[in-house]
C-alpha cells in the first residue's frame, strides 16, 4: 500500500508552519532582549533580527498555504530566503551572546567581599 502524493506535501506544510511558529517565537524573544536592555542604541539589532523572523514567519505562512492549495512547485526561493534570513539572525544573536554586558554580569564570580556572612546557625 503506498501514500496518496499528497501526504509528503501535507507533511512539508505541517513542517512550515512549524518553521513560522518558531520564528514568531524567537522573534518574541529578540524584542524582550531590546527592551529589557533598554533600547539603547545597541538594541536596533536584535529589534531587527525580530523583524527579520516575522518576515521568515509570513513567509512560511505563505509557503504552508500554497502547499495546501496544491502549488508545490517553486519552492527553491523560499527556501534559499528563508536559509539566509535564519542565518543571519544566528550571527546576530551569537554577537549579541558573546559582547552583552549583562552576561557577564550574571557570570561573574564574587568576591569574598561581597559573599554575606553566615550568622545565627539556629534552625
Known amino acids: 500500500m503506498t501514500a496518496p502524493p499528497a501526504y ?7 513542517a512550515w508552519r512549524r518553521t513560522a511558529i518558531a520564528a514568531m517565537g524567537t522573534g518574541v524573544l529578540f524584542v524582550n532582549h531590546a527592551a529589557t ?5 545597541a538594541a536596533i539589532a536584535p529589534a531587527l533580527s525580530a ?3 516575522m518576515f521568515v514567519a509570513g513567509l512560511s505562512f505563505l509557503r ?3 502547499l495546501h492549495h496544491g502549488h508545490w512547485a517553486h519552492g527553491s526561493r523560499v527556501i534559499a530566503i528563508a536559509t539566509v534570513a535564519v542565518l543571519v539572525v544566528c550571527g546576530v544573536a551569537l554577537v549579541i551572546g558573546l559582547t552583552d554586558p549583562g552576561k557577564q554580569q550574571a557570570f ?6 561581597e559573599i554575606p556572612a553566615v550568622t545565627g546557625g539556629g534552625q
Open 108 to 113: 561573574s564570580i564574587p568576591s569574598t567581599s
Open 51 to 53: 523583524v527579520g523572523l
Open 64 to 66: 504552508n498555504n500554497s
Open 8 to 14: 509528503p506535501a501535507e507533511r512539508t506544510a505541517l
Open 37 to 41: 536592555s533598554g533600547w539603547h542604541p
